[in-house]
């Protein structure tokens, strides 16, 4: 009897750990944002307490294309901290004048408060800017929230065939697609550059991976 009161007592007891925390207080405060481009100091902030951190590569290659011309790297800093990016390959404007938007992506803790579509905005409003006919993304399947969210800010999902790892497709211009992903498309509205076929055209990675954002 005594034994059985003891394991009660380490079933409530486990229970009260499980418990949600007593709160004391409740309050908001205001985030300054702001987006700019990636300075290099930026780097190893952005590889985000090492989460990151085996894209180092990654964000060194893009930060030299930044410094050519080639792409853009902007950066959310919030509070002095970067805590949001999204990168654009500007290397396509002169084959089909679409811009590529990739790596899109905020910190956990500051999602759903409107940075990653700020991001995006801004992504899109550079590349009007400089002609570009549209911007293009792609995204895992699996990942339905970054898709809703890009479907509400007007990218169509492109219909490609169940793909292998870089399989090429054409549709309509030679595209290598990594993994399970949707592509996606938007018009900026803007005169877009005439393209006669697909011939003579570099087949071309999307490196557009973006995560939640």
């Given at each position: 009897?005594?034994?059985?009161?003891?394991?009660?007592r380490?079933?409530?007891?486990?229970?009260e750990?499980l418990?949600?925390?007593?709160v004391f207080d409740?309050?908001?405060?205001?985030?300054?944002?702001v987006?700019?481009t990636?300075?290099?100091?930026d780097?190893?902030?952005?590889e985000w307490?090492?989460?990151?951190?085996?894209?180092r590569?990654?964000?060194?290659?893009?930060f030299a294309?930044?410094?050519?011309?080639?792409?853009l790297?902007?950066?959310?800093?919030?509070n002095?901290v970067a805590?949001g990016q999204?990168?654009?390959?500007?290397t396509?404007?002169?084959v089909?004048?679409?811009?590529?938007?990739w790596?899109?992506?905020?910190?956990?803790?500051?999602?759903?408060?409107?940075?990653?579509?700020?991001?995006?905005?801004?992504?899109?409003?550079?590349?009007?800017d400089?002609q570009?006919?549209?911007?293009e993304?792609?995204v895992?399947r699996?990942?339905?929230?970054?898709?809703?969210?890009?479907?509400?800010?007007?990218?169509?999902?492109?219909?490609?065939?169940p793909?292998?790892d870089g399989?090429?497709?054409?549709?309509?211009?030679?595209?290598l697609?990594?993994?399970?992903q949707?592509?996606?498309?938007?018009?900026?509205?803007?005169r877009?550059?005439?393209v006669?076929g697909t011939?003579?055209?570099?087949p071309?990675?999307?490196?557009?991976?973006?995560?939640e954002?």
């Amino acid at each position: 009897m005594q034994r059985h009161r003891q394991n009660e007592r380490s079933v409530t007891n486990h229970c009260e750990w499980l418990a949600e925390p007593e709160v004391f207080d409740r309050f908001g405060i205001t985030l300054d944002v702001v987006i700019r481009t990636c300075r290099r100091e930026d780097l190893p902030v952005l590889e985000w307490f090492g989460q990151f951190t085996p894209d180092r590569g990654i964000m060194e290659d893009t930060f030299a294309a930044q410094a050519r011309g080639e792409s853009l790297m902007l950066v959310a800093e919030v509070n002095g901290v970067a805590s949001g990016q999204v990168w654009i390959d500007l290397t396509r404007r002169e084959v089909d004048s679409t811009g590529v938007i990739w790596a899109a992506r905020v910190l956990p803790c500051l999602r759903n408060r409107g940075i990653g579509r700020r991001l995006l905005e801004t992504a899109e409003r550079i590349l009007r800017d400089r002609q570009f006919a549209r911007a293009e993304l792609s995204v895992e399947r699996s990942n339905v929230a970054a898709l809703r969210l890009y479907e509400r800010l007007g990218y169509t999902r492109v219909n490609t065939r169940p793909v292998r790892d870089g399989e090429v497709t054409f549709d309509p211009i030679a595209i290598l697609v990594q993994g399970d992903q949707w592509l996606l498309r938007k018009n900026l509205g803007t005169r877009e550059h005439a393209v006669s076929g697909t011939g003579g055209l570099r087949p071309r990675m999307t490196r557009a991976r973006t995560d939640e954002a």
